[in-house]
T-cell receptor
Framework: AQSVTQLGSHVSVSEGALVLLRCNYS??????LFWYVQYPNQGLQLLLK??????LVKGITGFEPEFKKSETSFHLTKPSAHMSDAAEYFC????????????FGDGTTLTVKP | DTGVSQDPRHKITKRGQNVTFRCDPISEHNRLYWYRQTLGQGPEFLTYFQNEAQLEKSRLLSDRFSAERPKGSFSTLEIQRTEQGDSAMYLC?????????????FGSGTRLTVV
């Protein structure tokens, strides 16, 4: 069984400030972890992924993961926010027993203030 | 690679009517997934196909829902006798079988409003 909890449904930062979006997960087997971004009226785009082989695969746009196995956390960070980062972000978990199905968190809406 | 296409983008229907959505995955992708997303929530798994075979259906998929992928290419999702609770964004995603655990490519979704 898997679950994902995104802490904070809304996060607001100023342009240029650090972005930290929080995600905690649970999985009974080594997980595959993902962050997706969704812009209004669009589907989800894969932002980055972390495999259970501990291989970090970076995505796009300067975001990086903060993975702590002991805390079962998979936060998303970016050193300096840009106006174009405003969107909804979803954390997701899968594993090798799930045929690729993912369990998603409820999302965090990021607002970037000028 | 033209991405995953979904049609229509928006659908407004009266309660009790039937609706059908179409998804065209990336051509070489043999796995296709349907998810439903309601306001304020993340996507929830509905069903998936490997080639033309429907391998799993969620308990969310009531008897009024049916999905097909007749030739292992495009897929359709039909909802019969729509209810207001069916109002949601229906998302399609695809991947290669061997890459399924490494994330999907999603379509832009079909937003269904039942009035």
């Amino acid at each position: 069984a898997q679950s994902v909890t995104q802490l904070g449904s809304h996060v607001s930062v100023s342009e240029g400030a650090l972005v930290l979006l929080r995600c905690n997960y649970s999985s009974s087997v080594p997980p595959y972890l993902f962050w997706y971004v969704q812009y209004p009226n669009q589907g989800l785009q894969l932002l980055l992924k972390y495999t259970s082989a501990a291989t970090l695969v970076k995505g796009i746009t300067g975001f990086e993961p903060e993975f702590k196995k002991s805390e079962t956390s998979f936060h998303l960070t970016k050193p300096s926010a840009h106006m174009s980062d405003a969107a909804e972000y979803f954390c997701a978990v899968s594993d090798r027993t799930n045929a690729g199905k993912s369990t998603f968190g409820d999302g965090t809406t990021l607002t970037v203030k000028p | 690679d033209t991405g995953v296409s979904q049609d229509p983008r928006h659908k407004i229907t009266k309660r009790g009517q039937n609706v059908t959505f179409r998804c065209d995955p990336i051509s070489e992708h043999n796995r296709l997934y349907w998810y439903r997303q309601t306001l304020g929530q993340g996507p929830e798994f509905l069903t998936y196909f490997q080639n033309e075979a429907q391998l799993e259906k969620s308990r969310l998929l009531s008897d009024r829902f049916s999905a097909e992928r007749p030739k292992g290419s495009f897929s359709t999702l039909e909802i019969q006798r729509t209810e207001q609770g069916d109002s949601a964004m229906y998302l399609c995603a695809s991947s290669l079988f061997l890459d399924s655990n490494y994330g999907y490519t999603f379509g832009s979704g079909t937003r269904l409003t039942v009035v």
